[in-house]
């Protein structure tokens, strides 16, 4: 097919045999898409998003393009250093220079361009060259409706004054190097590949205006030197970040008609997409990283790319894909809402890319993810006008043995209790050392938190999130645990009890550490926590509750490690006890919740406050000290406040309870738990 007939009109720009192609546009939306979109703009809801979209772009006409004088800085690098809260922009006090404030101390920064860490300039920067990117693609999406002419110019002007800027912008990574893994308009490929995405796609939208020169200039100067030049040459294998990169050079070849580079979005055998599906998609549809956070990232990341081999007559809408859109509400909290597990924050099952799901798939399971207020993109491009009922969440117990997911529920709608061990595969780059960690939620809210994570360049990544001694499970001897993945040992429901047993794996050297929870009923959860070693260590099991302190330990604060966390503990109190332990943290002014540990060892209770969303929001935190070679906590949450009595013995591999009248035989040498 000739290059004519693709719209493309390049016979002198080096592509490699082209793709029998339709015209253009092609990416974003085709020809029928289009046409979809045009009625769609007319009618509620989109009408009011449309005009607001449309008032924001009309209000950019009237502004010059000018472009950054180079590329912006990593935006994890946006922090108060004191307190690790991200930084607002305050007023500007030069030529691409501003105030940056901490929210929290209210310290006043300005950037340093010379030291990539405090580079806060250049991190706003960074968002100034997105904002350029989004305007090529809304401007498209303008004159593609409205026919205006003013709006596919606007789109050209840009997209040629960052054609005449692209190669002078210096190759830069996010300590200001050089190197392969950086870009030119951001400090990294990942960077690069978010920016140029929307702009291929406005670009595909405003195409067949412009001229052959255009074309050759925008493919010469930008498109390719930035797929095949800055991004391709950086391979990582299987990674949230190769998917985004994965759809910028393969919506570039999309636009230009570039066979080699499809090739290598999608079938590249290390790194394409159908790569990324087969080896990172679990048999459970969780994206290997583990962090909810980066499984919405993935799909926002893939959907640019399987939508526009879509549009070109490539279907990648296959059954991983459709299970990374089942996966986050089928294992979500009763609120809709996922755990801040790994390098996350707690994350909405709600989201638009939902929109695109149910338009593809038709499937009823994706519209309990669509938002209850469609005013978003996705809607307004994909969305149908009528939708049917969503149906229930899964309301009841489930294990998700290959992501390692085991969680307990009882109860109905908002308000039900959900408990979620964390056992399964380490996460790479993006795991923490948290093994057996758990997050309980009820009544609407998290009240035993994981730590999630905050921007890559405060200090408090490293030194909280990243931690043990941080998440509610079992650090030895202050370290953290070594990356492992632990397994499933039994799951199930007996006499109107849900329970799970699952093995931490090789967190350290010669230790074994396995939990059992057994949720009760909706108030009363108990756990048997048995920890063995070839020789005597410290253990701390660690808890965290979202609250105040209502009864903590009275005495004096004990010795703790000056690193691994424990740095970051305030208000630190402890108890020797050996007849067990009844703590109690204020969640709200009228709810109460406890925490029992049973008697039989010597237990040092030491109770302080840890970090929150800063320095300064502070976390009641308690940890359970005993050092042995081996024991057996068992301990038991009251949500009600009503902290029962809790007795146990134990006979070899087995450990009898007793609690809130019943009682609860864990077997550990043969995995099983029978409640009476």
Avoid at 62 to 82: A, D, E, K, S, T
Avoid at 157 to 181: D, Q, V, W
Avoid at 188 to 204: C, F, N, V
Avoid at 509 to 534: C, H, M, S, Y
């Amino acid at each position: 097919m000739r290059l004519a007939l693709l719209g493309l009109c390049l016979p002198f720009v080096a592509l490699a045999q082209p793709q029998p192609l339709p015209q253009h546009p092609r990416l974003l939306l085709d020809a029928a898409g289009i046409a979809r979109l045009k009625a769609r703009v007319e009618t509620q809801p989109w009408s009011a998003q449309w005009s607001a979209m449309r008032a924001g772009v009309d209000r950019s006409l009237r502004r010059p393009v000018v472009l950054p004088p180079r590329g912006g800085n990593w935006f994890h690098w946006y922090v108060c250093p004191v307190h690790g809260e991200h930084l607002i922009r305050g007023k500007q006090i030069g030529e691409w220079q501003w105030e940056h404030i901490c929210p929290v101390g209210h310290e006043v920064y300005r950037g340093d361009p010379s030291r990539p860490e405090r580079d806060f300039d250049g991190c706003v920067i960074s968002g100034i060259h997105g904002n350029f990117a989004n305007l090529v693609r809304e401007n498209g999406l303008l004159y593609q409706v409205t026919g205006a002419a003013k709006y596919a110019a606007r789109a050209r002007e840009i997209l040629l004054a960052y054609a005449a800027r692209y190669l002078s912008y210096p190759l830069h990574n996010t300590h200001g190097e050089p190197k392969i893994g950086g870009g030119r308009v951001g400090p990294q490929t990942l960077d690069e590949s978010t920016w140029l995405i929307p702009m291929a796609q406005g670009a595909d939208l405003v195409w067949s205006t412009l001229s052959d020169a255009d074309r050759r200039t925008l493919a010469d100067k930008l498109f390719l030197p930035a797929a095949r030049d800055v991004i391709l040459p950086h391979r990582m294998h299987v990674h949230n970040i190769q998917n985004w990169k994965n759809s910028a050079v393969g919506l570039a070849g999309f636009l230009l008609g570039d066979e080699s580079l499809i090739h290598a979005a999608i079938d590249d055998s290390d790194h394409g997409y159908r790569t990324q599906m087969a080896k990172g998609v679990q048999e459970d549809g969780v994206w290997f990283e583990g962090a909810w956070g980066y499984h919405f990232y993935t799909l926002n990341a893939v959907w640019p790319l399987v939508e526009a081999a879509r549009n070109c007559g490539i279907d990648l809408y296959g059954e991983p894909l459709k299970k990374m859109f089942e996966a986050p509400i089928r294992l979500a909290m009763p609120n809709l809402m996922l755990p801040a597990f790994n390098d996350s924050h707690d994350t909405d099952v709600h989201n638009e890319l939902y929109e695109l799901a149910w338009a593809r798939y038709h499937d009823p399971v994706m519209l309990a993810g669509i938002p209850p207020a469609r005013n978003n993109s996705m809607a307004l491009w994909f969305g149908d006008d009528k939708l049917p009922p969503a149906a229930g969440t899964p309301g009841r117990s489930r294990n998700f043995a290959a992501s390692g997911y085991a969680i307990l529920e009882r109860g109905s709608g908002r308000d039900a209790t959900w408990l979620c061990l964390k056992y399964g595969p380490w996460g790479g780059g993006h795991g923490h050392p948290d093994k057996n960690n758990f997050i309980l939620y009820a009544r609407g809210q998290v009240l035993f938190p994981d730590p999630g994570t905050r921007p890559y360049g405060s200090p408090l990544h490293t030194e909280w999130d990243r931690v043990t001694v941080a998440h509610n499970t079992l650090t030895v001897d202050g370290a953290s645990q070594a990356p492992a993945q632990g397994k499933i040992l039994a799951f199930g429901s007996d006499g109107g009890a849900d329970y799970a047993m699952t093995d931490a794996g090789p967190i350290y050297p010669g230790v074994r550490f396995v939990r059992t929870a057994v949720l009760l009923n909706e108030n009363q959860i108990v756990f048997v926590d048995r920890v063995q070693a070839d020789k005597p260590h410290t253990f701390d099991l660690a808890l965290h509750i979202d609250g105040k302190w209502r009864t903590a330990a009275a005495g004096p604060a004990p010795a703790l490690p000056a690193t691994g966390g424990y740095q970051h503990f305030r208000d630190i109190a402890a108890i020797e006890k050996a007849d067990g332990a009844s703590l109690a943290v204020d969640v709200k002014p009228d709810w109460t919740v406890a925490v029992r540990l049973a008697g039989a060892e010597p237990t040092e209770v030491i109770t302080a406050t840890g970090v929150g969303q800063s320095t300064e929001d502070r976390v009641p935190l308690a940890i359970f000290r005993r050092t042995a070679s081996r024991t057996t906590y068992v301990w038991s949450i009251a949500l009600d406040g009503n902290s029962v009595p809790l007795q146990y013995r134990e006979t070899g591999g087995v450990v009898e309870v007793t609690a809130a009248g019943r009682r609860i035989e864990v077997n550990l040498e043969e995995p099983r738990v029978r409640v009476r």
